[in-house]
């Protein structure tokens, strides 16, 4: 009895060591059977890819010039320091994924970038500029690739007297729009699709309306000069749409007339032109009258010049 037992385990023992065998050999092929399929195209480069992509970016800040790169949602930019953005490069480690990223920036005294020739920008090319000392206010990234819709591109930005505003995704608008305000930091990452966002993407962006921008641009005290007189008027916003007037006639022998009202605007064109609605019965006037219930106003010259009615005047 006790051989044949002994016979037996030598009989097991011998099936492990050829299963073993046979196991070793099986994983052997397998990783020449895969090398050989990446190598003729046959099974895709995402597959292989080990990890979530991942993003770089650096920025170029007033007084301080390029910073050094930033990744995957740390802040590149200031805090506490009211320095501007001048200019953004962002580029992707794609771990094996088919993508690539491209970004505009919204820039003061240009606009959008892409609607001018600077176009899109893309892999690490600079958007912004250099040496002009224009503010960044408004950015947008989306990724390209065969790969992208498998992932998600979020990002937000620190705005002048706003502070940090909510995650704008996938070309989104983030930043603001027609209020002057300087970017002053940004964070970028990039999460699986349909991941949650990292944190609020409420006000990722806000802008001023049509007429509220052309009645920001008519606040302050305006003039003219013709032979024997002066003409001066203030123009103060009272409302998004509403505002007041106080006009002011200097004659030259001494008298003087004034004249305020109060006025709302309804719609703006797209050279800038409204129309002054006057509130008749807003009307306060000392030797003057009013003779008229409408005024037109253009800011196409701004900021220092305004056409309202007939007249051309000039920012005091």
Do not use: C
Not at 47 to 56: F, G, H, L, R
Request: hydrophobic share 35%.
């Amino acid at each position: 009895m006790m051989q044949q037992h002994s016979v037996h385990k030598i009989k097991i023992s011998g099936v492990e060591k050829e299963d073993e065998f046979v196991s070793k050999s099986m994983q052997k092929l397998s990783v020449l059977l895969l090398a050989l399929l990446l190598i003729v195209g046959l099974i895709p480069a995402s597959v292989s890819a080990a990890t979530n992509p991942s993003v770089n970016y650096r920025t170029h800040v007033q007084n301080e010039g390029w910073q050094d790169w930033k990744k995957d949602g740390t802040m590149s930019g200031t805090s506490a320091k009211g320095l501007r953005l001048e200019g953004i490069e962002v580029k992707l480690d794609t771990q094996g994924y088919d993508l690539g990223i491209n970004y505009q920036t919204h820039i003061q005294n240009i606009g959008w970038e892409a609607d001018t020739s600077r176009g899109w920008k893309s892999n690490g090319t600079m958007s912004g500029t250099e040496g002009l000392s224009y503010r960044l206010e408004a950015i947008q990234i989306k990724l390209t690739g065969a790969d992208a819709d498998k992932f998600d591109i979020y990002y937000r930005v620190h705005a002048q007297n706003i502070g940090w505003m909510g995650w704008a995704k996938n070309a989104e608008n983030a930043g603001t729009a027609g209020y002057g305000y300087r970017l002053e930091g940004i964070e970028v990452i990039i999460l699986p699709k349909g991941s949650a966002a990292p944190g609020t993407t409420e006000n990722a962006f806000v802008q001023l309306s049509d007429i509220e921008q052309v009645l920001d641009k008519m606040i302050g005290t305006w003039g003219v000069h013709p032979p024997g007189s002066s003409t001066i008027f203030k123009i103060t916003k009272t409302s998004p749409t509403t505002g007041h007037i106080t006009l002011l006639r200097d004659f030259s022998n001494g008298n003087s007339d004034s004249l305020d009202f109060d006025f709302w605007i309804n719609t703006v064109d797209i050279n800038g032109t409204t129309m002054l609605n006057v509130d008749m019965n807003s009307i306060v006037s000392v030797g003057n009258t009013a003779k008229f219930s409408t005024l037109l106003a253009n800011t196409s010259k701004w900021p220092n010049k305004l056409i309202l009615g007939e007249g051309m005047y000039t920012r005091q």
